[in-house]
């Protein structure tokens, strides 16, 4: 996963300028994405905390979000990782963010795959469940590559 991130860099082959229109492009798409996917579970964003946020485009984003009620803060992952959210008491920081999807992911593909295993299918078929335990347990291992690569982390200070 890793040596995919590092060759899926479109931005590494544009001058500085059309990098910062690019990443500006992608960002609004994902903060669509990620503004739709927290209404859909009740959750209005009314804020985003730039300093708390790390993203590794077109790959990953994770963002820090304040919504409507006050007191709840989510950290929100989307890009080519399955969009999520989780309360922002989860995690301090966005690499412990990506700590926390990764391992969450590995227990939702778990109980799925023990659900499967007693011949209880929770999405539309065996094929399609099996399908979405693998891509989901892939998911979750190449975010927690990204986690425990240090040299990504290196100049977030983490």
């Known amino acids: 996963m890793l040596n995919e991130v590092a060759q899926a860099k479109p931005f590494n082959q544009m001058t500085p300028e059309e990098a910062e229109k690019e990443f500006k492009i992608w960002s609004q798409k994902e903060y669509v994405k990620i503004s739709k996917f927290c209404n859909s579970k009740g959750h209005q964003i009314t804020g985003i905390d730039q300093s708390r946020c790390q993203s590794l485009p077109p790959t990953l984003g994770l963002w820090y979000v304040k919504t409507q009620d006050k007191k709840i803060h989510l950290w929100c992952i989307a890009g080519e990782f399955p969009t999520d959210l989780a309360s ?53 291992e190449n975010l927690y590559d990204l986690y425990a690569d240090d040299k990504l982390w290196k100049g977030a200070g983490l």
């Open 88 to 140: 922002s008491k989860v995690a301090e920081n966005a690499r412990d963010a990506l700590r926390y999807f990764s391992m969450s992911w590995q227990l939702q593909s778990a109980k799925l795959e023990d659900g499967l295993a007693e011949g209880k299918i929770s999405l539309q078929d065996k094929e399609t469940q099996e399908k979405y335990i693998i891509e989901l347990t892939t998911r979750a």
